[in-house]
């Protein structure tokens, strides 16, 4: 018998297994990753590594910011969300000291987020992003160059994700 954790006639995933339980999951919203363990990650990482990174997360689509938030912050990062390219400037603008790593959704109303990257960066050259999207097909007409930038195609795996996310944190 399960733990009731799945519901199978509506293919949702509600979590109830750490902080933010309650929380439902679209269906494959992130693939399966056998390898990846919350635990192994969690003995990986140490309090001074995360203690002080915050992240602002730019996604057009709110279940997605939600879902995504929500793993950020129950692996320790502060998360500043904003729902387009515009409003992931203003944010920047009001908190750029604070801020240490972008994760911005390529293709947002308004303003793309590669766009919304490049007046970021003419303020702060240094500044670290990952980029992800769902539209695969806008990014391989190659009207989006990454510049080397790390990319995730949703839905991705929550480990290699995770293990990103630190590795250009420096972490």
């Known amino acids: 018998m399960g733990s009731g954790n799945g519901k199978r006639d509506t293919q949702e995933i509600t979590t109830n297994n750490y902080k933010g339980a309650g929380r439902t999951l679209p269906p494959n919203f992130f693939l399966s990753n056998a390898s990846f363990s919350r635990e192994k990650a969690y003995n990986e990482m140490t309090?001074?590594?995360?203690?002080?990174?915050?992240?602002?997360?730019?996604?057009?689509?709110?279940e997605t910011r939600e879902i995504i938030k929500g793993i950020l912050e129950d692996s320790d990062y502060t998360v500043i969300e904003a729902a387009s390219g515009k409003e992931a400037i203003e944010k920047y603008n009001e908190r750029q000291t604070a801020i240490d790593l972008l994760i911005f959704d390529v293709l947002m109303p308004e303003m793309t987020g590669k766009e919304a990257y490049e007046k970021i960066r003419a303020s702060s050259p240094a500044i670290k992003i990952i980029f992800m999207s769902g539209s695969l097909d806008d990014i391989r007409s190659g009207e989006f160059n990454m510049n080397g930038a790390p990319f995730f195609s949703k839905p991705f795996k929550l480990g290699p994700f995770l293990s990103k996310v630190r590795e250009v944190l420096g972490q």
Do not use: M, Q
């Open 47 to 62: 309090t001074n590594d995360i203690i002080h990174s915050t992240i602002l997360l730019a996604e057009d689509e709110e």
